[in-house]
Antibody
């Protein structure tokens, strides 16, 4: 059974950093691309970033380029999102999501999310 | 970037109704369109991928159709557990993008 468990969210001041983690189990982690998707309060879903199964390819939404870094540790079945220079508009629930068919760029399993609050 | 326009933003329906939700892409995305169901407090659930392929475990009353720029999600006979918000998502190119969602209410 696939499980994705995010952690690392919390309250942070604008301009500071936070690192999210997503612990994966129940599937062959190194065979699938992984994504981060977020949902700001009262808003819809927004894709943030994707990393290929071996970590060699990474793509980001424009608003986080240069500030966020997606990475993975396949030896520990863990996905990460390093978030620097946080802004008020980054406040959201962040979900990690597993790619459906390896690299199909749709998401068949999601975690429950971790809340990031950016406030002074 | 590809913009996804979803309509309606909300609809009222009854159990047993046939419900149709549409999604339009700002450019052709072939069949790279996916549909999700989201219930309050729960993670999204993939219903349909590649425009018309039913995800494993999803009831057959959910069907997807379309290609190019225009897509449709149809629920053939609405069940009580189907009251939720539905999102389309394009997987044609990055940045991947979602529609704004359609809330299906009683």
């Amino acid at each position: 059974q696939v499980h994705l468990v995010e952690s690392g969210g919390g309250v942070v001041q604008p301009g500071r950093s936070l690192r999210l983690s997503c612990a994966a189990s129940g599937f062959t982690f190194n065979a699938y691309g992984m994504h981060w998707v977020r949902q700001a309060p009262g808003k819809g879903l927004e894709w943030v970033a994707v990393i290929s199964n071996d970590g060699s390819n990474k793509y980001y939404t424009d608003s986080v380029k240069g500030r966020f870094t997606i990475s993975r540790d396949n030896s520990k079945n863990t996905l990460f999102l390093q978030m620097n220079s946080l802004r008020a508009e980054d406040m959201a629930v962040y979900f990690c999501a597993k790619d459906n068919k390896g690299a199909s760029w749709n998401f068949d399993y999601w975690g429950q999310g971790t809340l990031v609050t950016v406030s002074s | 970037d590809i913009q996804m326009t979803q309509s309606p933003s909300s609809l009222s329906a009854s159990v047993g109704d046939r419900v149709t939700i549409t999604c339009r892409a700002s450019q052709s995305i072939s069949n790279s369109l996916n549909w999700y169901q989201r219930k309050p407090g729960k993670a999204p659930n993939l219903l349909i991928y590649a425009a018309s392929s039913l995800q494993s475990g999803v009831p057959s009353r959910f069907t997807g159709s379309g290609s190019g720029t225009d897509f449709t999600l149809t629920i053939s006979s609405l069940q009580p557990e189907d009251f939720a918000t539905y999102y389309c998502q394009q997987s044609y190119s990055t940045p991947l993008s979602f529609g704004v969602g359609t809330k299906v209410e009683i």
